[in-house]
């Protein structure tokens, strides 16, 4: 045998955790498209059949990178409020803001595959409940419904959950398709926008 050529790895030797890591490079580099059995086989130095041994198919380890994906960005939007107790429910509100923007940035084709519509059909077998991200946030906002920190009837609460997620999202699909544009270098749309919901939950529906 050649010294030159590369030993293929056999099935036993390869972890659940490895094959996440290359997919999810795979996933970065390329996109979905790009991301398949035999690419993954291929950076790892094994057989397609040695994937299978962890996944069924595609769609179960594309499961599991949503899942994954999931845990980190909840990971993050938990790690952003250190002191709960500390802070008031705008400041949490907007450190939820300011992680989110930055998961998504950071992994911009693995947001993709967790929350864009295309996939939709692996949201549900990923998600079966609301993710766990969504429901921290949602958590985060009643609390301010119920200590009176927001000024507006709980009747409003899942009014003003869709309509703060839906700006968040919005920005992030504006600066991915490279839409969001500053008018000034030193011009900040995420903090412009937590700027503008606190006023307007300060302020309540009839201000003086």
């Known amino acids: 045998m050649n010294s030159s050529t590369k030993q293929r790895r056999v099935r036993n030797s390869l972890s659940r955790e490895e094959i996440r890591s290359v997919s999810?490079?795979?996933?970065?580099?390329?996109?979905?498209?790009?991301?398949?059995?035999?690419?993954?086989?291929?950076?790892?130095?094994?057989?397609?059949?040695?994937?299978?041994?962890?996944y069924e198919n595609q769609v179960d380890l594309v499961k599991d990178l949503i899942k994954h994906g999931e845990d980190e960005l909840l990971g993050m939007l938990k790690n952003s409020i250190p002191d709960e107790k500390?802070?008031?429910?705008?400041?949490k509100l907007a450190a939820i803001a300011r992680a989110y923007f930055r998961?998504?940035?950071?992994?911009?084709?693995?947001?993709?595959?967790?929350?864009?519509?295309?996939?939709?059909?692996?949201?549900?077998?990923?998600?079966?409940?609301?993710?766990?991200?969504?429901?921290?946030?949602?958590?985060?906002l009643r609390k301010g419904f119920e200590s009176g920190e927001i000024n507006y009837p709980k009747n409003e609460y899942t009014a003003i959950a869709r309509l703060m997620w839906s700006w968040m999202y919005?920005?992030?699909?504006?600066?991915m398709t490279g839409m969001l544009r500053k008018r000034k270098a030193s011009e900040n749309p995420i903090e412009e926008g937590i700027s503008y919901f606190q006023t307007l939950l300060q302020r309540g529906p009839n201000p003086d």
């Open 24 to 54: 999810l490079l795979i996933l970065k580099e390329e996109g979905l498209e790009g991301l398949s059995m035999r690419r993954i086989a291929n950076r790892l130095g094994c057989s397609v059949a040695s994937p299978y041994s962890y």
């Open 86 to 91: 500390a802070v008031s429910t705008y400041h």
């Open 103 to 140: 998961f998504a940035s950071t992994n911009r084709e693995l947001h993709k595959v967790m929350f864009v519509t295309d996939y939709g059909s692996l949201h549900r077998k990923a998600f079966p409940q609301l993710p766990k991200s969504y429901r921290f946030f949602l958590d985060t």
């Open 170 to 175: 919005g920005l992030l699909v504006l600066d």
